[in-house]
């Protein structure tokens, strides 16, 4: 399966500021995730990414909030902007392995994110 | 909309002690039922996948099955080793297939 990167893996920040994570693999994917993992909740799918075109956002979230790069195949940024203390979470990447029988997901490590 | 149920929440074992793990779902149709394992400060590692009624997948002390409205992981002779977050995540087929689904998984802790 492709290995997952994800920059920073953890990071404090103010409230009102923004924080890009950065999520590399090492194989080239045409599909990539964004998910958070709120304490105490489900993980939960925020967009997926797919490389030269828009970002698709689940009910609930944004672009505006989480604006998505997908510059390449191997590469994607999430963007949490304006943060706020209920955006402390962990935000996790993951890519679909297309070599599989069923596409199944792998994630990357995740970026514990607190806000102050 | 799609949901998943996993339960106990936690569970603790004696190293040794067998036991068994649910994940109760509903979907509009089933494309996947996946199984992932999660350690404190990782992302979740993907252990398995069931696509029908009946199927069965091992792994070393693990077995995941399915029925048409649930999974059950059983974890036979846990070692300390086994301890984590077992999330249970489906995807249905049709329309945007692949997106998980996840519970909010059960806390296993193996005492030895």
């Known amino acids: 399966s492709a290995v997952i990167s994800q920059k920073p893996s953890r990071d404090i920040c103010q409230r009102g500021t923004s924080l890009t994570i950065q999520c590399q693999v090492d194989s080239q994917v045409t599909m990539m995730f964004w998910y958070r993992q709120q304490p105490g909740q489900s993980l939960t799918l925020i967009a997926t990414?797919?490389?030269?075109?828009?970002?698709?956002?689940e009910s609930g979230f944004v672009i505006d909030k989480f604006p998505i790069s997908r510059p390449n195949l191997t590469f994607s940024t999430l963007t949490v902007s304006n943060m706020s203390p209920e955006d402390s979470s962990i935000y996790l990447c993951?890519?679909?392995?297309?070599?599989?029988?069923?596409?199944?997901?792998?994630f990357g490590p995740g970026t514990r994110l607190t806000v102050l | 909309e799609d949901q998943v149920t996993q339960s106990p929440e936690a569970l603790r074992l004696q190293e040794g002690e067998s036991s068994s793990l649910n994940c109760s779902y509903t979907?509009?149709?089933?494309?996947?039922l996946f199984w992932y394992r999660q350690d404190p400060g990782k992302g979740p590692e993907f252990l398995f996948t069931?696509?029908?009624a009946g199927e069965e997948k091992e792994k070393e002390r693990l077995k995941a099955t399915l029925t048409k409205k649930e999974s059950f992981l059983h974890i036979t002779a846990p070692k300390p080793e086994d301890s984590a977050t077992y999330l249970c995540a489906v995807q249905a087929s049709g329309g945007s297939n692949y997106k998980l689904t996840f519970g909010k998984g059960t806390l296993l802790t193996v005492n030895p």
């Open positions: 979907v509009s149709g089933l494309r996947g």
């Open positions: 993951s890519v679909e392995d297309q070599d599989r029988p069923y596409n199944e997901q792998f």
């Open positions: 069931l696509y029908s």
């Open positions: 990414a797919n490389q030269g075109s828009e970002a698709t956002y």
